[in-house]
């Protein structure tokens, strides 16, 4: 008989201790402390039931031995293309054999439906779908409306680990999913699916699986009200990959974004649309994100941003209005409102303009949301511009980081932008003049506008 312990443990971080605690001292929340009992797995004869197999138990029983640093040779990973565009690039390239990769995001906002897809069109590899959320009828319903076909995907619905692992072992997939890591349990501990140690204790059992036999396996994660992967942080430790699927489920398109990345950068990004049938690659994706209008409207400037190594062209929206009441509002949608209150303190005393007693909205065209400080020049001129009801050209682009004391400073890598004006047709775009100094702007055949100060390119852009 196996010995039987009770500990305590956080539902919001996963920190444990041996009595109830009111209010957690690693993060501080109130009454999230829950009762699971642990019991240790010494003798359990169903602990890592995949291990069953000669092959993979005996790989697994080897022991290490420390290595020379000039000894261990370095040989690239060969990664398994997902064909899928958008997530190889976030993926730095491709799945990693061996590799765990979790994806969070909000309910309903695409995250089965991207694994399904991703699943369907790895045609050449048997892929096991384990779901612990939807019958097979619904699975089935899904890939019928995403109009693909592959005979060597399997659907297994079944939330127990050992049995999970016993049709592993039969099957021998390629690439194993998930869905999700919530809804597994097993039964070394005695505890309810979701929990702490349960959601531990699955990722654990999948990534030595994973790590034994060099088959990457792939699980969707739930996320908390304040938009964070749900379970312990040690979830997010002990996988090689994070990725968060985030958008607004009112409108058409999803970022894949990389919070964590042990074979690649943590700055990249993919963006999808969301259609009837199913999630359409944006490869392009400052066309989709400018809006087509013929007239010329107040309000409107076009900014240049980058997303990891991706240089993209949003449109920046602000209307700024007479308050009705005494306090006047001050909202952003896509942009930092704090940037978004200093940078309209910047304009009232470094400017001369008067805003204290204007309501200002400004918005991010796409549902992006977006922190480069490059996209400071086009607030500013956005918010001139609605408030002097004044249009900015069409063919103008922005791209410039202003300083409190009302200066414009230089940002990074703007040859990708100016390139990626140039592509969409652009005449003309303001930076910093130290931006200019160590770039040849004679091979960009846009006309670029050097600015020390914010006067200097309101005064260009308005007269």
């Keep these: 008989m ?67 640093l000039g000894d261990i040779i370095y040989e690239e990973e060969s990664r398994l293309n997902t064909h899928d565009a958008e997530l190889n690039r976030v993926l730095g390239g491709g799945l990693v054999p061996g590799s765990l990769v979790l994806i969070g995001g909000e309910p309903g906002i695409g995250k ?18 384990v779901s612990g959320e939807e019958s097979e009828q619904q699975i089935k319903m899904r890939a019928e409306r995403l109009g693909q076909q592959h005979q060597g995907l399997y659907i297994l619905t ?60 792939l699980l969707i994660g739930h996320i908390t009200k304040d938009g964070s992967i749900a379970g312990p942080k040690i979830l997010e430790h002990m996988v090689d990959t994070v990725l968060q699927f985030e958008g607004d489920r009112h409108l058409t398109y999803r970022i894949l974004r990389t919070i964590k990345n042990r074979f690649g950068s943590t700055s990249e990004l993919g963006i999808y649309e969301m259609q009837g049938a199913g999630l359409r690659q944006v490869n392009n994706p400052s066309e989709i994100l400018l809006s087509q209008r013929t ?12 997303e990891g190594n991706r240089p993209l062209l949003v449109e920046v929206q602000a209307l700024v209005t007479p308050a009705t009441y005494g306090t006047p509002q001050r909202s952003s949608t896509g942009f930092d409102s704090k940037r978004l209150q200093m940078l309209l303190a910047v304009l009232e005393k470094r400017s001369g303009l008067r805003l204290g007693q204007h309501d200002v909205f400004l918005n991010i065209a796409g549902g992006l949301r977006l922190e480069d400080p490059a996209l400071d020049l086009a607030v500013c001129a956005a918010v001139v511009s609605s408030l002097n009801d004044v249009p900015i050209r069409n063919e103008i682009c922005l791209a410039a980081e202003v300083g409190l004391s009302g200066e414009i400073r230089a940002v990074s890598r703007l040859d990708q932008r100016l390139s990626e004006a140039e592509k969409l047709g652009f005449a003309e775009m303001y930076i910093s003049q130290f931006n200019a ?3 040849d702007l004679a091979r960009y055949g846009i006309r670029v506008h050097p600015a020390g100060r914010l006067d200097e390119v309101l005064t260009g852009l308005f007269g």
């Excluded at 690693?26 to 069953?52: F, H, L, M, Q, R």
């Excluded at 694994?115 to 048997?126: E, G, P, S, V």
């Excluded at 869905?179 to 959601?199: K, W």
């Excluded at 007239?295 to 076009?302: F, P």
């Design 158 to 217: 079944e939330t127990n680990t050992q049995n999970i692992f016993r049709q592993i072992d039969q099957l021998q997939p390629n690439v194993v999913v998930v869905d999700s890591i919530q809804t597994l349990h097993s039964t070394i501990v005695e505890a309810g699916p979701g929990s702490v140690s349960q959601v531990r204790e699955c990722t654990t059992e999948l990534l030595k699986y994973a790590k034994d036999t060099g088959v990457p396996v």
């Design 2 to 68: 196996a010995k039987v312990k009770t500990l305590f443990f956080c539902q919001n971080c996963g920190a444990q201790s041996a009595k109830w605690i009111g209010r957690c001292p690693s993060c501080g929340e109130w009454n999230t402390y829950v009762e699971e009992v642990i019991e240790k797995a010494d003798n359990n004869p169903a602990a890592n039931a995949w291990k069953a197999s000669t092959s993979v138990g005996s790989s697994a029983n080897k022991a290490a031995k420390p290595k020379p």
């Design 295 to 306: 007239e010329q409207l107040s309000g409107i400037a076009i900014g240049a941003t980058l």
């Design 437 to 439: 100094k160590g770039l």
């Design 112 to 129: 089965s439906t991207l694994m399904l897809q991703i699943a369907m069109q790895l045609r050449n590899l048997r892929i096991l779908y």
